[in-house]
Nanobody
């Protein structure tokens, strides 16, 4: 069965840290684009970061730049989202998506942020940072 499974969410005080995991089952993440995104109550989905698993090229939303970092462990077929200096506005359901969009075959190109470019989707994990 092909799926993405997120974990690591929880409740943390402002200024704290969490590390989310996105584990792929049934397919390899060795050469993929990963999109981390979040959705807060009453708001639209927001892309947090796009990431290439082959060379680590990442793009971060301005709202998380300098605080969030994406990494990959190919042996575990898992991508991580390290979130530091968390703020109340980071609260939401965090999800990952994976795919092999055509741009991936352009060396050095950044993975897309368009949701339609991704094939596999996780179920999400809740992150709560009280105000």
């Amino acid at each position: 069965q092909v799926q993405l499974v997120e974990s690591g969410g929880g409740s943390v005080q402002p200024g704290g840290s969490l590390r989310l995991s996105c584990a792929a089952e049934g397919f390899s993440l060795d050469y993929s684009c990963i999109l981390w995104f979040r959705q807060a109550p009453g708001k639209e989905r927001e892309g947090v970061s796009s990431f290439r698993t082959d060379d680590g090229i990442a793009h971060y939303a301005d709202s998380v730049k300098g605080r969030f970092t994406v990494s990959v462990d190919n042996d575990k077929n898992t991508v991580y989202l390290q979130m530091n200096s968390l703020k109340a506005e980071d609260t939401g359901v965090y999800s990952c998506a994976a795919g092999v969009p055509p741009i991936l075959f352009t060396e050095g190109a950044t993975c897309p942020e368009a949701f339609g470019e991704y094939t596999y989707w996780g179920q999400g994990t809740q992150v709560t940072v009280p105000s």
